[in-house]
């Protein structure tokens, strides 16, 4: 799924608006988080993004 203008921003900022709206993955390191995570900015074209937790784990345990 591709990631919006919006999702990136999200990102960007840090925005706790859009926790719980949705999760991002990133490919390279295998780990997920919400938007408001403090972690270093992935590269976007690392970025997965899911609307459910679940969805985001269930995607990550596919890559172990």
Do not use: H
């Not at 490919?27 to 408001?36: A, E, G, H, L, N």
């Amino acid at each position: 799924m591709s990631i919006t203008k919006t999702e990136w921003q999200a990102i960007k900022d840090n925005n706790k608006y859009y926790d719980d709206i949705f999760w991002y993955a990133v490919k390279s390191t295998r780990i997920f988080c919400r938007p408001s995570c403090l972690s270093r900015l992935p590269k976007k074209e690392n970025i997965e993004i899911y609307y459910t937790k679940e969805g985001a784990v269930q995607a990550r345990l596919q890559t172990l």
